[in-house]
Every structure is written in structure tokens, then in C-alpha cells.
């Protein structure tokens, strides 16, 4: 290589190897510390979820939960929109500038390497270790033994469950076409509930206690929607958005789910389960209806897999007010299927996956084991 070559070199890669790209070396320890959670989830535990992350949460948690709005939800559209302006900006520098086009495509590898890793970064540190926490059954005062379960068990919870779901219909608001209706004056002020109730928990379950914001409605609910997403917490904000287009028995069990998530855990299962618990220790009819028809749900899908016999004697036992509200549940989500829907789903699968839920989706099933532990323990006290 000559003189003038190597300084040609030099000029291309510089902007890659001395500015924007070392960003995205910090990917590099965020992937051993999550190795190191990985292995020693006790350490995780006690360093990390009960001590660090309580202290970033709440103090990030109160200030953007002091705004009516979600500020990650802002943050989107401006990260979109200024996404999209700045790749068609440098892949028109790169068809344009022909005798600058190394320099430019080098300027846009080293932004994107930025962009990774200071994300990957931020993420494991924010959040993301809170997925190698020790799993909820193995928490002092919760007790739950999980174990495999009979198919009479498993039955046996499902109809305990539709008793419940049926008891609470009855007290319920409807709508014209006789489906549950929201009995808040609108969903900010049942997001101002969850957040208020969410800790009653915490009287029987310390872990659960302390600060609890309000969880977001987002304007752009049915564009979640057409993503299939109901709710998702936003780590960098501690926010929990939640899709409010959905049918409105599933709101509060979803805003419930991200408050979890809010709390440190990040196991769609154990989110899931949390979700239940609470939505039930809420004193509210709507909330505990919605807690249960999420757990109710779950567990008849399992049960359909393993005996579809003992499923269709329990879906027997709803009444009609219940049905009507799963057939609409059943209609709102058909309208959405299609490619956009099928893409969200397959990279929600993929992030679930790199945080080691390895069922990926399926995991959301595992609520079951935890709701059948907890039957168990009841029925055994």
C-alpha cells in the first residue's frame, strides 16, 4: 500500500474507528454482565433488582410519571421520524457522492454501531438484568411449589375460575351489543386506580411494595393493535404504556401486567401472574374480573391442549354474559390478523428469546404452572 493510499484509508475509517462506532462497544460488557446474571441469578437478585434498580426506577419513575402523556411514546415518533430522515439522507449521500461513498456508507455503519450498543447497553443496565432474577416461586412469603400437574387439577382450577369470572360479570357495566363496558369515567382515571391499588399487594408480599406510577394510555393504541401489542414498559422512561383500543374487560389485567413489569419483573409469566394477584387484591369488580378472565384464559388454553373433553364441560359452565365478551374479545383481534401482525409477533418472539424466555411466546403459558401452585396452596390451606 503507498503513502497516499494509506492516508486515503486513514480518512475513510477514521470517522468508524475514533468517534461514533466506540459507542458501540459497550454492547461488549453489557453482554458479559448478562452472561454473569445469567449464571448467578441470587447475586442479580440482591445487588441488582432489590437494591439498584428500585433507586433508578423510582427516580426516573416520578418524574416522567408526573406528565399525563407518555413521554416514551413522544420519544417514538421523534426516533422514527428522525430514523427515516437520516437513512435517506445518507443512502442518498452514498448513490450521490460517488467519490465520498466509503466515507459515507463507513459514517453510517459507525451511527448504527452507536446506536446498538449504547442501547444494548443501556437496556441490560436500566432493566434488563432483572430477567436473571431468581424466579418468583422461590420468593420468601409467596411459597409457591411448581411442579407438574394432574389434567384434574388443571380442570379443576379452570372451573374455580369461570365461577369467579361469572359471579363478577353479573355486577358489571355493558354496553348496546351487551359486552362489559368500563364503569371509569375514561381510561385515565382507571390507570390513576391501577396505579393507586397496585401496591395492596405489598401488604401480604413486601417485594411488591413501594413506589407505583400511573400507567400510560397511548394515543396510538389501535397502531398497537395492528402490532398485536397490548401493553409494553419502556425501560428507559420506567413508563408502562398501555393499548387502551382493546376490549375494555382486558385493559386492566394489561395495565396490571406493565405495572409488573415496572416492579422489576420482566418474565412475561411471571408479569402474567402478577398481574392476577393484583388486579384481585384491587377491591374493584372491573379490575378483579379482568384479572381473572387473563388467568381464565390461559389456563382453558392449556386445558384445551391437554383434554378437550374436560375444556368443552367447562366453557359449558359460562354464562352467556361471559361469552359474549370472549366472542367480541375473539372478533376485535381477527380484524388485525395479517403480515403486520405476524412480523410484531416474530420480533416480539425473537427479544423474548435473547433474554432467555426460551418458549419465546409460549412463555406467556407458564402462568399456568404458577396459578396452579397457588390453587394448590390454597386448596391445601
Known amino acids: 500500500m503507498t503513502a497516499h493510499q494509506t492516508t486515503r484509508a486513514k480518512k475513510i475509517f477514521r470517522p468508524l474507528l475514533y468517534r461514533r462506532a466506540w459507542f458501540g462497544l459497550l454492547a461488549v460488557p453489557a453482554f458479559v454482565l448478562a ?29 416522567t410519571g408526573a406528565l399525563p402523556f407518555s413521554v416514551s411514546e413522544i420519544l417514538i415518533y421523534i426516533a422514527v421520524t428522525g430514523g427515516i430522515a437520516y437513512l435517506v439522507y445518507e443512502i442518498r449521500g452514498i ?31 436500566m432493566c434488563g438484568l432483572n ?5 418468583l416461586s422461590e420468593y420468601e ?5 411448581v411442579r407438574e400437574s394432574t389434567v384434574d387439577e388443571l380442570a379443576a382450577l379452570c372451573a374455580e375460575l369461570a365461577d369467579t369470572v361469572n359471579g363478577l360479570r353479573e355486577m358489571l357495566p355493558e354496553d348496546e351489543n351487551g359486552v362489559m363496558a368500563t364503569g371509569f369515567a375514561s381510561y385515565y382515571e382507571g390507570a390513576a386506580f391501577a396505579g393507586s391499588v397496585f401496591g395492596n399487594i405489598g401488604r401480604d408480599y413486601p417485594i411488591f411494595g413501594g413506589f407505583v406510577p400511573k400507567p400510560k394510555p397511548v ?39 406493565e405495572l409488573a413489569h415496572f416492579k422489576g419483573f420482566m418474565r412475561e409469566d411471571e408479569a402474567n401472574f402478577i398481574s392476577w394477584m393484583a388486579c384481585r387484591g384491587s377491591g374493584s369488580d372491573e379490575f378483579h374480573y379482568s384479572g381473572a378472565m387473563l388467568a381464565f384464559a390461559h ?5 384445551y391442549s391437554a383434554d378437550r ?19 367480541h374479545n375473539s372478533a376485535y383481534w381477527r380484524r388485525f390478523d395479517g403480515p403486520v401482525s405476524d412480523a410484531s409477533t416474530a ?25 396452579l401452585a397457588e390453587f394448590r396452596g390454597t386448596a391445601n390451606a
Open 35 to 63: 452472561q454473569l446474571a445469567h449464571a448467578f441469578p441470587a447475586a442479580v437478585e440482591h445487588t441488582y433488582s432489590r437494591a439498584v434498580y428500585p433507586v433508578l426506577s423510582r427516580a426516573l419513575g416520578r418524574l
Open 95 to 125: 448513490a450521490v457522492k460517488q467519490k465520498q461513498r466509503r466515507r459515507v456508507a463507513a459514517r453510517l455503519i459507525s451511527t448504527l454501531l452507536c446506536i446498538g450498543g449504547l442501547w444494548y447497553f443501556l437496556f441490560i443496565v
Open 131 to 135: 430477567y436473571y432474577r431468581q424466579p
Open 141 to 145: 412469603h409467596i411459597g409457591l411449589e
Open 219 to 257: 394515543f396510538s393504541s389501535l397502531a398497537m393493535s395492528h402490532m398485536n401489542i397490548v401493553g409494553v414498559f419502556v425501560p428507559f422512561t420506567y413508563e408502562a404504556n398501555v393499548n387502551v383500543h382493546i376490549p375494555d374487560y382486558a385493559v386492566p389485567s394489561a395495565m396490571m401486567h
Open 299 to 303: 389456563c382453558t388454553n392449556a386445558l
Open 309 to 327: 373433553g374436560l375444556y368443552v364441560e367447562v366453557m359449558a359452565g359460562l354464562s352467556e354474559k361471559v361469552r359474549r365478551d370472549l366472542a
Open 347 to 371: 420480533v416480539n418472539n425473537t427479544y423474548l428469546r435473547a433474554n432467555r424466555q426460551s418458549d419465546g411466546v409460549k412463555s406467556y403459558g407458564r402462568m399456568v404452572d404458577l396459578l
